[in-house]
Every structure is written in C-alpha cells, then in structure tokens.
C-alpha cells in the first residue's frame, strides 16, 4: 500500500536562518522530498534568509550539498533536484537592522500566495522578526509563521515571546512546531483510539494499570552545549514532546478532526495534571546526568567532560510519575521519563492493561500475563498489542504471551516521510491541529514550573548514571515501588 500524494497550490516558503543547522538537516531535505513525489506546484518559491553574504547560486550549492548529505542515496533523483534548486533564491536580512529587509520584500514580490515564514532562528529573534515584517509591508492575509521551541524557559518568558509573535500575528496564523507530532506513529494514536472499536471502551480506569512513555535518546550533546546547559531534560523534552503525547493518549474524542476540537482535549489534560511541587517533588521526580561509560559501541565522556566549564547541576535524565485528575484516568499513574546517553534510541508508549480478574487455567499452564498495547514512535516505528495464546501442540494447556506486531516499514511500501514533510505542508494548508496554540504552551509551563522551582529550592541533585543504562537507580525504584517496572525490551 501506498499513501496519495495530494499536491499543493503554489505558495513561498521563507526561511529565516536559512543556512543554519535545521535548514540544512531538515528542512530542505523536507521540501525536497514534497518536490520529488510531485507535491510542490509551479511557481512554488524557497527563499533562504540569513545575515550571511551569499547569492542565489551559492546558496543553491548550499542546498545541494545538504541534500545529498542528508537525503538517502536512493532518493536522489538528479531531474528533481535540479527542478528544486531552480525554486531557490537568496537573500541576506539582518533580523536586527533594517538591511537587507527592502530586498527581501523585492524578492517576494506583491504575489498573493500563501507566504510561510519558518523562524529557524533562536526565539530571542522571534519578535523582532515579527515586527519587522510587519514594519516592511511583508505580511498579507494568506501569510503564516512558523515558530521552533523553545517557547520560552518558563511560563513568564513563554508569554513574553507569545506577546510579541501575537501583536503582529493572529493566532490562526501561528504555527508552533513541534516535530514529535509530525511522527506517523504519534498521528496513530488518534487512529488507534478513534477509528477502532476495540481499544476506546477500554481506555480508562477500569481496565488499564497505567501508562510509559520513554523518549530516550543515546547520544550526549552533539553541537547542542550552548543550548542544552541552559534547558536541561526538563525544558527540552518534558515541557513539549511528553506532555504533547500524554495529551494524545490521554485526552477525550474530540468532536471533529478539527484543529480547535483537538487542541480544546488536550488542553483539558494540561490543566487536569496533579500539581507536582516542593510538597511532592522529590517522591515524584528523578533527575540524572550522566557520566562516563560506553555507549553506541565505544567509550564516551561523561556531561560534564563535553562542558568548556567542566561544572553543571543540569539533568540530562528526568523520570517523573504523573496523574490526571478526571474520571477517566483516576488512579492511573503515567511514567515519563527521557535523558540522553541512554542505553538505546528508543521512543515509545506503553499501554499497560490490567490483568484478568479470575484465572481459570491451572498453574502447569503457566503464569498469565496481562495485555500490553505498544506503540513505537522510533526507530522500527511499529504498533505491537500482546496478548495470550495457547502454545500450540499436544499435552494439555500450555500459554503464551506472543505479540499481534503491525510494522510501518513492512506493512507500508516506500520510505517513511519525515515528520517536517508533514508539518510543513500542513503548514501550507493551514491545518493547525498538529501545532500547539498558546494555552497549550502556557499550561504545560504552568506545570513544569513548580517543578523547577521545587528541584532549585529543595536542591534537588542530579544522581550520576553512567551512559549506556537506563538512567539513575531512582528511576528504577520511581516505578518499582508501586509494584511496576520499566519497559526496556
């Protein structure tokens, strides 16, 4: 089976930050690809925005050079990217000044096609963009902005920056991204509850135990020093990409696919969560930071070796046990937990059914385990749902517990797009349902603040764990001391 590509009217695509690291990695890759299946239309325009001097032919160079850097080799189709290239044209902006602003607004031209500006640039930017764009007659009724995390480091400086995005914006033209929504597998959750019968009557007290959800990364820092010691787990990951998913798993069927009827759910789940505070924080959270040891096949340095300052309290792990307080969910624990230099890249959702109220099979048949419905966002995204069986043959009744394993990459022809593909192009069609509105961003910041406030006020210590496991012990003992343990297979 293959998916229908839907083309899409013509539109321009401007990138501030355009020869930064998301252009190149994702972004245009991302077009890329929309260019090869056939979805961009004439005469679609990518213009790349950054304070570097460049012209339209080295940026086009630029262009290339990141695609076939970060495009598979099979996907490389010469024609295509020559067709994509001819879209790009370039021009140097200081977000800070007025130069190069007239030139831009030449390039664009007085076209009345949707008109798309990614800010990939740090949010310290996002207002003055905005304002200057508004300043230079550079914003029309078909235009929209699309903004990267993090939306601030906290609740106050989150409604600083929506402040100044939203006096030049109306909110039907912001797009908050985050990528992690992009992902089929996260978009499958919706599938899954609201288009089966199956799974919806039991998604409640009643019947499940509780919920995992494990982003883990296994690489350290990368590039991302500057950036990550100022943010930490917390900020980076739990504030947007697990409180986002939580919501999906969690929240009631909306009325309609509709990007207000979505957006309405999960913001009823933010504002359900059990408040977690000095009051609680220590029992509820762990924080880790991870030292040295071996992961991805060789040794590696522990956080505070890839520092220049060699000295940090930041977490690069966080486990935290959460509850909403609604009828549906009461009494259910929901496990979160993610850090970096974990034992594997792994992401995914687990769904823990309670067991069977009675057994009426003899102990020689073997213990009974009860159901688990497992999602996986990445990699090998997949859904397995397991269950019991009888092993097959002769000799009376023997169970087993076998999974029901639907993998996207075997049960789906061709490659799996990108989340930004998807994004983008919602983007374009101005579908909000997978861009997070500002109370959604706010209430997720009114819930990890006191969190942050609790770890700085109680000091709160990051515990060592060394790179390659699965994070600090007090992550092990979070869970187990209800009774439960991690999914780790």
Known sequence: MTSQIIPVDPFDFIIFGGTGDLAERKLLPALY?????????????????????????????????????????????????????????????????????KQLKTAIGKSETVRAYYLAVGPSLFGEIANRLKQHGLITANTRIVVEKPIGRDLASARTLNDAIGQVFDESQIFRI?????????????????????????????????????????????????????????????????????????????????????????????????????????????????????????????????????ASETETFVAIKAEIENWRWAGVPFYLRTGK??????????IQFKPVPHS???????????????????????????????????????LRHVALDMSFAEEFEGRNPDAYERLVMDVIRGNQTLFMRRDEVEAAWKWVDPILKAWAETRQPARNYTAGTWGPSGAIALIERDGRTWHDA
């Not at 998913?245 to 207000?260: G, R, S």
């Not at 966002?377 to 000799?395: A, C, F, S, T």
């Open 178 to 310: 985050d990528h992690y929504l992009g992902k089929e597998t996260v978009q499958n959750l919706m599938a899954l509850r609201f288009g089966n019968v199956l799974y919806e009557p039991l998604w409640n007290c009643n019947h499940i135990d509780h919920v995992q959800i494990t982003v883990a990364e296994s690489v350290g820092l990368e590039s991302r020093a500057g950036y990550y010691d100022k943010a930490g787990a917390l900020r980076d990951m739990v504030q947007n990409h697990l409180l986002q998913l939580v919501c999906l798993v969690a929240m009631e069927p909306p009325a309609f696919l509709d990007a207000h009827a979505v957006r309405d759910e999960k913001l009823k789940i933010l504002r359900a969560l059990t408040p977690i505070d000095q009051t609680n924080a220590e029992k509820l959270t762990v924080r880790g930071q991870y030292v040295a040891g071996a992961s991805n096949g060789g040794a590696v340095k522990g956080y505070l070796e890839e520092l220049e300052n060699g």
């Open 341 to 350: 230099r974990l034992a594997a890249r792994q992401s995914e959702i687990v």
């Open 33 to 101: 690809h929309r260019q090869r299946t056939g979805q961009l239309t004439d005469p679609t325009r990518i213009v790349g925005v950054s304070r570097a001097a460049m012209d339209d032919a080295a940026y086009r160079d630029f262009a290339r050079a990141a695609i076939l850097e970060h495009v598979r080799k099979q996907d490389i189709d010469e024609t295509e990217l020559a067709a994509f290239l001819s879209r790009l044209s370039y021009v140097a902006v200081d977000a800070m000044t007025d130069k190069g602003w």
């Open 360 to 398: 009426i099979f003899e102990r020689s048949a073997g213990q009974l385990v009860a159901n688990q419905l497992v999602i996986r966002l990445q990699p090998d995204e997949g859904v397995k749902q397991w269950i019991m069986i009888k092993d097959p043959g002769p000799g009376g009744m023997r």
